[in-house]
Structures are given as structure tokens and as C-alpha cells.
């Protein structure tokens, strides 16, 4: 079965602390893996998307990767504005859906 | 540029009752797709539009229906409310012609929060 995890559940850190959030999947011939940014009340907004392994993406402090079995969003001296929820999905095969993650919240202290 | 519109965006229902949200989708875009999202998860896919018809459906009951218009806007509509129907339902749109892809990335709406009792 198709399957995404995203890990931590939820991370908090300073103002200027990187850290890194992991997307890992289970997926049938992976055709696209996405990230989205969350914030409450809001519905998702698009980041990046990866095709193939060994891709990497970047905007402002994030950086998206990409392995054959997950990805990870790298996020250099975050600032309070990048707290929010941050949902990796996949999308597999011959399938229009997405497959999603349930997302790891991102709180960002000043 | 416009972008994804859905009205409601806070909605109380009682359980039985029947709901119709709503959606319009981003200038340029021809497909539609339905997801719900319960606190804490990621969103589920509900079912996707193109060209007025179903183009692939997540695993949901048929109480979920949908349409899409000429113009691509669409509607979802949910019968005999169940109180595991309150979530957060969110219309996203694309371009890539019925298929997300690499190049058409999903856009969503701030979604229609619905609570049923």
C-alpha cells in the first residue's frame, strides 16, 4: 500500500537554528513528490515539487531533496514567519491523487 | 491572477442534513479536485474534475458528489451528514489538464470548515 510519514510531528526552534524535516514513502513508481506550506485556518500553498532522485529545489531559507525513498525539507536560519505546518505528498503511478503526509508542525521562537 | 475561491468558509450542519460547498477555481485552470482534512491530518482526496466529468475518485462513499461547470468552477455536495463529515474541505485547481504533474501543481483554497452536529 501506497504510504507517506512525516517525521518529526511537530519541532520547535529558536530564530537562526536550522534543522531539517524528513517525507519518507512507500510508493509504487513515484512520479512527483510535493511540499506545501500550511498556516492555520488557511489551506495549503505550494513550495516545490521534485521528479527524480538526487533533485534538489530551493526558495528563501528552504531546500527541498529528494533520495528513492524520502525527501527532506532543510530550512537555514528560520525566522518566526516560518512557523506553520509544513505536508509533504506523492503521487504514484498511474493515479491522479495525491498521497499525503500528515504533516510536521514547525514553530519558530523568537 | 485570480485564485482558488470556496464559499462557504465556516458552515454548521446537523447530522442527516445534505451540504453544498463551493468552488472557483484559479484563472487558466481546468481541473478541480476535492479533498478533506481532518485536524491534525493531511488532506484525503475526495475526487477530481475535468472537462465536467469524474476523473478519478479517492475512497469515499457516493453520499460525495460533485460537479463541475463550463466556466470550471465546481460544487461538492455531501448527503445524510454523518458527524465524521466535519473537517476541513478544500478545492484545489491545476492546469495540467486532468493530471497533476510536475508542471501543474495543485492550488488550493483556504477551504469551507464544516461541523456537523
Not at chain 2, 481532518?38 to 475518485?57: D, K, S, V
Not at chain 2, 460533485?66 to 485547481?93: I, R, W
Amino acid at each position: 500500500e501506497d504510504q507517506v510519514t512525516q517525521s518529526p510531528e511537530a519541532l520547535r526552534l529558536q530564530e537562526g537554528e536550522s534543522s531539517s524535516l524528513n517525507c519518507s514513502y512507500t510508493v509504487s513508481g513515484l512520479r512527483g513528490l510535493f511540499w506545501y506550506r500550511q498556516d492555520p485556518g488557511k489551506g495549503p500553498e505550494f513550495l516545490f515539487t521534485l521528479y527524480s532522485a538526487g533533485e534538489e529545489k530551493e526558495k528563501e531559507r528552504l531546500k527541498a531533496t529528494l533520495t528513492k525513498k524520502e525527501s527532506f525539507l532543510h530550512i537555514t536560519a528560520p525566522k518566526p514567519e516560518d512557523s506553520a505546518t509544513y505536508l509533504c505528498a506523492v503521487q504514484a503511478g498511474g493515479n491522479y491523487q495525491l498521497i499525503w503526509g500528515a504533516g510536521t508542525k514547525l514553530i519558530i521562537k523568537p | 491572477e485570480t485564485g482558488v475561491t470556496q464559499s462557504p468558509t465556516h458552515l454548521i450542519k446537523t447530522r442527516g442534513q445534505q451540504v453544498t460547498l463551493r468552488c472557483s477555481s484559479q484563472s487558466g485552470h481546468n481541473t478541480v479536485s476535492w479533498y478533506q482534512q481532518a485536524l491534525g491530518q493531511g488532506p484525503q482526496f475526495i475526487f477530481q474534475y475535468y472537462r465536467e466529468e469524474e476523473n478519478g475518485r479517492g475512497n469515499f462513499p457516493p453520499r460525495f458528489s460533485g460537479l463541475q461547470f463550463p466556466n470550471y468552477s465546481s460544487e461538492l455536495n455531501v448527503n445524510a451528514l454523518e458527524l465524521d463529515d466535519s473537517a476541513l474541505y478544500l478545492c484545489a485547481s491545476s492546469a495540467g489538464q486532468g493530471m497533476v504533474s510536475y508542471n501543474s501543481p495543485l492550488h488550493f483554497g483556504n477551504g469551507t470548515r464544516l461541523t456537523v452536529t
